[in-house]
Structure formats: structure tokens, C-alpha cells
């Protein structure tokens, strides 16, 4: 099965950037689908982005469209979320996620893989 290691977090000032990276071992990455979810305090976790496995699909939230965008290095066999435009309201963990099904559902309970998460923080 496929590991995930997320890394790339920190703390930003409100307006900056980061980009967060997802690396794959143990399986091709470009045959899952993978997802990136963020966790505030007190919040569910919510899909943010994500590519499918058969690279026709990509979702972005509604509320991040402009923002973030989600893409795939197949040579390294990692995805990554470029975030631009932080706002203190991004603050939360960062996870990725995924699954073997070339679809995008949006609840979490349907990626059987997860990493262990990143800290995102925008300072104000």
C-alpha cells in the first residue's frame, strides 16, 4: 500500500504563500486519486483539493478557486498544494489523502491513506 508524508507547513504572514507537498512510497502515486484536506480547531476536515488517478479530474473548493491550486510531479511521485493569498482563516492541519478509485468524493471517510499532517498558520 502507499505511504504519504506531507511536508512544507509553517507559519506565514497573512498575503504570503506555501507550498505543501505529498510524497508517495511504496506505490505509484499517479494511480491514486489524492486529495488535500485541511482541519481547523474544533472543525471537520474538508477536502481542499484534489487530482483524480486518471488525471481527468481535478477539484478545488468554491471558496479557494484563485488561491490554491493542486498539481502532480509523476518523476518524483509527489502532489502538491500551492497556496497563495494566505489568510488567517487557512490556519489548520493539512492532510493528504488517498484512494485507488479514479473518483473525488469529498468526505474523508472515502481515502483509506492518509500522512500525518502539516501545521499551517497565518499570522494576521
Known amino acids: 500500500q502507499v505511504q504519504l508524508v506531507e511536508t512544507g507547513g509553517g507559519l506565514v504572514q497573512a498575503g504570503g504563500s506555501l507550498r505543501l507537498s505529498c510524497a508517495a512510497s511504496?506505490?505509484?502515486?499517479?494511480?491514486?486519486?489524492v486529495g488535500w484536506f485541511c482541519q481547523a480547531p474544533g472543525k471537520e476536515r474538508e477536502l481542499v483539493a484534489a487530482?483524480?488517478?486518471?488525471?481527468?479530474?481535478?477539484y478545488v473548493a468554491d471558496s479557494l478557486k484563485g488561491r490554491f491550486t493542486i498539481s502532480r510531479d509523476n518523476a518524483k511521485n509527489t502532489v502538491y498544494l500551492q497556496m497563495n493569498s494566505l489568510k488567517p482563516e487557512d490556519t489548520a492541519v493539512y492532510y493528504c489523502?488517498?484512494?485507488?478509485?479514479?473518483?473525488?468524493?469529498?468526505?474523508?471517510?472515502?481515502?483509506?491513506?492518509w500522512g500525518q499532517g502539516t501545521q499551517v498558520t497565518v499570522s494576521s
Open positions: 489523502a488517498a484512494r485507488e478509485s479514479p473518483t473525488i468524493p469529498t468526505t474523508p471517510y472515502e481515502y483509506p491513506y
Open positions: 511504496g506505490r505509484l502515486l499517479i494511480t491514486y486519486t
Open positions: 487530482l483524480s488517478s486518471n488525471g481527468g479530474d481535478t
